[in-house]
């Protein structure tokens, strides 16, 4: 059981019920260890509360599933705050994992978060913990492989003991299986060898692989100029920079969550903290075609893709601002809230990251 749980746990607990406890970390073990892509969306609209935006009725009977296998007695119909408490839980589990899901649960809370807009009602601060997982997963990613261990002055033992007795037989069908026998020795011994070059030879790729992801988006700084739009930082339009660079400098990310230094090389890159605009602003200020792009005909999450939603919602009207309305209802912010440049372009960023890795 996580450290952290029965402290978790003990928001909705009801007196000391250990074997309840028991049965829902169980539960909840089931759940994180199956985990994927649509359980991670389905989690953090549980965690967050979004009553507009509920879980997909598919994942939802599969998380009360997991439930009922652990505990007989569990009645979802009267455990809403429970289950929202345990996705909570359930998410910061993932967050510790160091793989694809745990990237995408900690990018997916991050952006459900909104910069702040959004504040689950939770006994552990969801975001928070996000945000240390994301800087956690950058510098494991970004980690110099040490290459010492994978390897071994020792040799494998080529042991011809067995086979050299059954050789010393002397007859024809004792030689042939002397001979197998001692094959297989050295193919064994050999599977070793390989195993641990292949081992190594992983490592090193992987961060090769960092490091031109880093030097592409060091030569896109370097350069000053839009991929996209071919022309220098300054020349794209001041209010859709947020979402121009971050989206380029998505586009050039091999593993998610991507380095730390994107909130860095957004700064270089020409975005400022003090400079507020809202989503309308941003993605009026961006060209259509471009913006309908990125999006496609593909659904966006209102909950943990709120820009691309906005996107979606904006071509649906035409443009304009008839859309910021019904959006921000449904997303369940204000359509007038301001952010600034750097936040927004962070969060697009995340945001292109849980598109482009699905």
């Not at 979802?76 to 839980?89: C, D, H, I, T």
């Not at 060898?193 to 190594?200: D, I």
């Not at 930082?233 to 994107?262: C, H, M, N, Y």
């Not at 204000?334 to 945001?351: D, H, N, T």
């Amino acid at each position: 059981m996580h450290k952290d749980f029965p402290r978790w746990y003990a928001a909705v607990a009801i007196g000391d019920e250990a074997t309840r406890q028991a049965a829902r970390w169980k539960g909840l073990s089931m759940i994180a260890d199956r985990a994927d892509r649509a359980t991670v969306e389905a989690l953090v609209r549980l965690a967050f509360g979004t009553t507009r935006q509920p879980p997909s009725s598919h994942e939802l009977t599969r998380i009360h599933k997991d439930y009922a296998l652990a505990d007989e007695a569990f009645d979802p119909r009267q455990a809403s705050r429970e289950m929202q408490v345990l996705a909570g839980a359930c998410l910061a589990v993932l967050f510790e994992r160091d793989d694809e899901v745990g990237a995408a649960a900690a990018l997916s809370t991050a952006c459900a978060s909104f910069g702040g807009a959004r504040t689950p009602n939770l006994p552990m601060d969801l975001p928070l913990l996000a945000e240390a997982a994301l800087e956690r997963m950058a510098d494991a990613n970004r980690t110099r492989p040490s290459l010492t261990k994978h390897v071994s002055d020792a040799s494998p033992k080529i042991d011809f003991a067995v086979a050299g007795a059954k050789a010393a037989e002397l007859t024809g069908e004792a030689l042939t299986e002397a001979f197998t026998l001692a094959s297989n020795t050295i193919k064994t011994a050999l599977r070793t060898l390989a195993a641990r070059q292949a081992e190594a030879i992983r490592a090193v790729d992987h961060f090769i692989q960092v490091q031109d992801e880093e030097l592409q988006m060091l030569w896109w700084l370097t350069g000053g100029r839009s991929f996209d739009f071919d022309c220098a930082f300054d020349a794209v339009a001041a209010e859709a920079q947020p979402l121009v660079f971050a989206k380029e400098l998505a586009d050039s990310t091999v593993f998610p969550p991507g380095p730390r230094s994107i909130k860095p090389l957004l700064v270089r890159a020409g975005l400022k903290e003090r400079k507020k605009l809202t989503v309308a602003t941003a993605l009026n200020a961006a060209a259509a075609s471009w913006l309908n792009n990125l999006v496609g005909e593909a659904s966006s999450s209102p909950v943990t893709q709120p820009l691309h939603f906005a996107i979606q919602r904006q071509s649906e009207a035409g443009g304009g601002d008839a859309w910021v309305q019904g959006w921000a209802a449904v997303v369940g912010v204000e359509g007038a809230r301001q952010v600034s440049a750097l936040a927004l372009g962070v969060q697009f960023y995340r945001e292109r990251l849980l598109v482009l890795f699905e």
